[in-house]
């Protein structure tokens, strides 16, 4: 029973952090702002897909602190990125035509009908950014300890696109990887003549069919078929989020200013408890059970229903310490733009645990002594709109030809 509850536990968290993410829309959700409001937010994304050029900062961060099974006491993970982005003629028009892909059938038919958008976008569009991971310690020391290998707790990836080619320094991270002598320093994959090459062969047209296909069939090991079940499940009823917005409500907050620029800012929140006990999502956990997405030790169906009954009654309790919401920052000065975005979802579970100890389902001696935490934010802030930017190949690099990529097993 233990095992079945942590199954379902995480299995809700993964599922409730993916509202945040679903507030982004290709048509904002305006629930009851006003026409004016509505008609910003709308202006802002139509504006944001013709921008050819840009600057962002992006942070990812996730925690998992106090959980049984864990391991250990805290594993975090903060991820950045830093960098400039350019898009040309090809590349724009390609990303207006790709505005619409929100789902995994809609990218199926996109690669199997015009696979040359996703080619012209790639060979159009230009970055230059450096990524860096920030590991917690005890997270660092445990990974050490299970790969064997020593893993730093801070790294930096440096990553170009330019004319098709992705150039990435992995000197950082060469001590990782088998052979990493050989890979420190720039390495250039021709990635734009492989994706030309694999048009003009039909493999995205395969591809798609494959995307289509049961997902169980696309993995090499039970777990990984559960697993890429479970993604699926999630990305398609995620595909229609005007079958969640009844649980969402959105709102202006107080205006702000965010590099220089005033904005207008725009929240969005769920009704967890209310979303819990629906129907809907109700149906979308057993339906992953009933599939066998979940494992072998996952909860029944008839356990998920009666377990998800439970949470409903008991949700002032067990939700009061949870927050999902998003945030979306419109700057004010025509052309609108999206300048900054933001996810939360955060979860104290130290009720559903003291429960679950009432119950037996937890040993005693294994609930966490300190705060019991699931928790998943990002934030991406946009600068410099259609300015130029400068983003130029490393001189020192190793290129990987086409031809070789083709080639390798």
Do not use: H
């Not at 602190?65 to 040309?88: H, K, M, R, W």
């Not at 390495?187 to 994706?195: N, Y």
Request: net charge negative; aromatic share 8%; hydrophobic share 50%.
């Amino acid at each position: 029973m233990r095992s079945k509850l942590i199954s379902l536990l995480l299995v809700m968290a993964l599922l409730l952090a993916s509202f945040s993410t679903a507030f982004a829309q290709a048509e904002p959700f305006c629930g009851d702002l006003s026409a004016d409001d509505c008609e910003l937010l709308t202006v802002a994304m139509q504006n944001m897909l013709g921008v050819t050029s840009y600057q962002a900062s992006a942070e990812y961060r996730g925690v998992l602190a106090g959980l049984p099974g864990l391991g250990i006491d805290e594993a975090a993970v903060t991820v950045t990125v830093d960098g400039s982005f350019s898009y040309g003629e090809e590349a724009v028009a390609a990303a207006a035509a790709l505005a619409g892909v929100q789902t995994q059938e809609d990218l199926a038919a996109v690669m199997a009908e015009s696979p040359e958008v996703l080619v012209d976008f790639y060979n159009g569009w230009s970055f230059d950014m450096v990524i860096v991971v920030d590991i917690s310690e005890e997270l660092a020391e445990a990974l050490s300890a299970d790969i064997g290998v020593p893993v730093p707790d801070l790294f930096s990836v440096p990553v170009k696109l330019v004319d098709g080619v992705l150039y990435v320094n992995l000197t950082d991270v060469a001590p990782l990887l088998e052979g990493g002598e050989s890979l420190a320093g720039w390495l250039g994959f021709e990635f734009g003549p492989v994706l030309e090459a694999a048009a003009e062969q039909g493999m995205f047209e395969a591809a798609a069919t494959q995307m289509e296909m049961d997902p169980s069939m696309l993995a090499d090991s039970p777990e990984n078929a559960a697993l890429a079940a479970v993604l699926f499940a999630v990305q398609s009823s995620l595909s229609d989020p005007t079958a969640f917005e009844q649980y969402m409500a959105v709102s202006r907050a107080e205006d702000d200013v965010i590099n220089d620029m005033d904005v207008a800012v725009f929240v969005t929140k769920m009704d967890i408890p209310a979303l819990i006990s629906s129907p809907e999502f109700i149906d979308l956990i057993k339906g992953l059970a009933e599939s066998g997405s979940l494992g072998e030790g996952a909860p029944s169906a008839a356990e998920i229903e009666q377990a998800l009954t439970m949470l409903s009654f008991m949700g002032p309790m067990l939700f009061q310490g949870l927050v999902s919401e998003s945030t979306t920052a419109v700057s004010l000065e025509e052309p609108n733009y999206i300048v900054a975005q933001t996810t939360l979802f955060s979860w104290d579970l130290s009720g559903l645990l003291q429960m679950a100890a009432m119950t037996g389902a937890l040993p005693a001696e294994e609930m966490p002594s300190g705060a019991s935490l699931v928790e998943f934010s990002t934030s991406v802030v946009n600068s410099a709109f259609n300015e130029p930017q400068t983003i130029n190949a490393p001189a020192d690099a190793t290129i990987i030809p086409a031809e070789s990529m083709m080639a390798a097993p």
